[in-house]
């Protein structure tokens, strides 16, 4: 029975070593390749008043996440618990409060990427002085 043996050349500290740190560099480059430099995360009035349509109210401004017939973000969405959301119509129309780590065009305030979202009581937007009066309207209030 002949035995499988790496050649000389391949064996030793100094080939780990260097293998190890190739891994390493890959991993790295594979990190960074899923999560953009420009990812951020913005916490705000999530608002869904229509199908298709969503927009994020931060401190910053109004970021369109989805138009009708238009821009969509990639990514999903938020889901909200009753307790944590406000329907304003029919279906799936209401808002809510919540984080979303993304990535946007600064220029235009559309966000390109959600990669993960989490909601909030909705006293903790309320409380935002930040967010004072950019509550949105409820039709059925």
Not at 26 to 53: H, K, V
């Amino acid at each position: 029975m002949t035995r499988c043996t790496a050649p000389k050349t391949l064996r030793g500290p100094m080939t780990a070593r260097v293998l190890h740190a190739l891994l390493w560099l890959g991993a790295s480059q594979f990190a960074a390749a899923a999560m953009p430099p420009d990812t951020t995360t913005r916490c705000g009035w999530f608002d869904n008043p229509t199908p298709g349509n969503a927009t994020l109210v931060d401190k910053d401004g109004e970021w369109t996440i989805g138009m009708q017939g238009g821009h969509q973000a990639e990514g999903d969405w938020p889901t909200f618990p009753k307790s944590r959301w406000v329907a304003t119509g029919t279906g799936s129309a209401g808002y809510g409060c919540a984080c979303l780590k993304l990535s946007a065009r600064a220029d235009t305030q559309e966000v390109t990427h959600i990669f993960s979202s989490r909601t909030q009581p909705l006293s903790v937007c309320r409380k935002d002085k930040a967010l004072t009066g950019k509550e949105p309207e409820n039709p059925l209030k």
